[in-house]
Structure formats: structure tokens, C-alpha cells
Nanobody, 126 residues
Framework: QVQLVESGGGLVQAGDSLRLSCAASGRTFSSYAVGWFRQAPGKEREFVTT????????YYADSVKGRFTISRDNAKNTVYLQMNSLKPEDTAVYYC???????????????????WGQGTQVTVSS
């Protein structure tokens, strides 16, 4: 199983940007799907975006499409979540998740992923 460590969260104002990082240890992300989820207080964990490491294809929740971008760095074995035009409703704990990808569809449910990071808090003030 791959171990994941997120970083990059913080407190920002509406309209600002943040970049989250998800670094893998124990093995590489090769052949994995890596996803970002978020969970606000009192709400269920919500899918944000996912990327298939081997081909770089990605998929986004409608709520973040056009504002968030997921990317990968092979050399650093790291996945990034660039978040632009942040809104107060983006406030949540953000989690990175990974799972060996066997296809054929994008993994978008928390139950699709077996490895999780500890989470990083993102707070957007209005």
C-alpha cells in the first residue's frame, strides 16, 4: 500500500489561490489513480478530482471544474491540486487518496480508494 502525505493547506480569502501537494512513499504512483476529496463539518466526504497516473487523464466535480487543476510530477512522485478563485464553500479538510487503477471508469467514490492521507485544512474567508 502506498503512504500519502498532503501539504499546502491554509487560510485564504475568497478569490485567492492555493496549491495542495500529495506525496507518495513506500512505492511510486505508477499504475495508480490518485484522487482528491474534501469534507466539510457535518457533511459527507465529497469527490473533487482524480487523475490516472499513467496517462494523465483527469476528471473533475462540476463544483470545481474550471477553477481547480490536478497535475502530477513523475520525478517527485507527487500529485498537485491547484485551486484558483477559491470560494468560502470550498472550505473543508482536503484528502488525497490512491488506488491501483484497473479501469475502466474514473474512480470518484471514496470506496474506490484504499490509501488515504491525513488531510489538510483549507479555509476560505469571505
Amino acid at each position: 500500500q502506498v503512504q500519502l502525505v498532503e501539504s499546502g493547506g491554509g487560510l485564504v480569502q475568497a478569490g485567492d489561490s492555493l496549491r495542495l501537494s500529495c506525496a507518495a512513499s513506500g512505492r511510486t504512483f505508477s499504475s495508480y489513480a490518485v484522487g482528491w476529496f474534501r469534507q466539510a463539518p457535518g457533511k459527507e466526504r465529497e469527490f473533487v478530482t482524480t487523475i490516472i497516473w499513467n496517462n494523465g487523464r483527469s476528471y473533475y466535480a462540476d463544483s470545481v471544474k474550471g477553477r481547480f487543476t490536478i497535475s502530477r510530477d513523475n520525478a517527485k512522485n507527487t500529485v498537485y491540486l491547484q485551486m484558483n478563485s477559491l470560494k468560502p464553500e470550498d472550505t473543508a479538510v482536503y484528502y488525497c487518496a490512491a488506488e491501483y487503477y484497473t479501469g475502466p471508469h474514473y474512480y470518484t467514490s471514496p470506496t474506490d480508494f484504499g490509501s488515504w492521507g491525513q488531510g489538510t485544512q483549507v479555509t476560505v474567508s469571505s
